[in-house]
């Protein structure tokens, strides 16, 4: 049962709305698992949206850093998102990039131990241009390595555009 797939693309590409249907149509109630935190009403009001948007099939639980605390053997996990996850490792750990980059990598190994199906979504930050705000800078770099590490792993990959999905990798 065990999978790992990584879907990705930018900003409203409809990666999240594909991989909920991918994850209903794996399981009848697959688990959201919600990295964000709250940082003002305008983000407050997305999240509310979102929960609004799925059924009662999914089972939500709302984690900003330690996944792995969650023991979801033989289920069907949505992670939305991977970029959410990094930032809370990023901010918390002051900016610094390799000490954010080896903490996501070592719980990423903790949590995807469980047997059960991942579905990670995260964004291509990275295809743009070149931000001349230093921390942007350096987050996209962190994004694009923690993306690149997840994708190394991963069973599939498939990048969103435009709401459609392309298959990049597939085991």
Not at 73 to 95: G, H, M, P
Not at 135 to 155: H, V
């Amino acid at each position: 049962m065990k999978q790992i797939i990584l879907i990705t693309g930018g900003a409203r590409s409809g990666k999240s709305k594909y991989a909920e249907r991918l994850a209903l149509t794996l399981s009848p109630n697959p688990v959201y698992l919600a990295t964000s935190r709250i940082w003002d009403e305008e983000f407050r009001q997305r999240v509310i949206r979102h929960q609004a948007d799925r059924g009662p099939e999914w089972t939500n639980i709302e984690e900003d850093k330690e996944l792995s605390r969650h023991s979801l053997s033989e289920r069907v996990v949505l992670i939305d998102c991977v970029t959410l996850w990094c930032t809370n490792f990023f901010f918390d750990l002051d900016s610094n990039i390799e000490k954010s980059l080896e903490a996501i990598k070592q719980e990423f190994e903790r949590f995807v131990k469980q047997d059960a199906t991942f579905i990670f979504v995260t964004n291509e930050i990275g295809m743009g241009g070149t931000s001349e705000n230093l921390i942007q800078r350096k987050f996209t770099d962190l994004q694009g390595w923690a993306n690149q590490y997840i994708a190394n792993r991963a069973d599939k990959v498939v990048l969103m555009v435009s709401g459609i999905p392309l298959v990049v990798k597939e085991s």
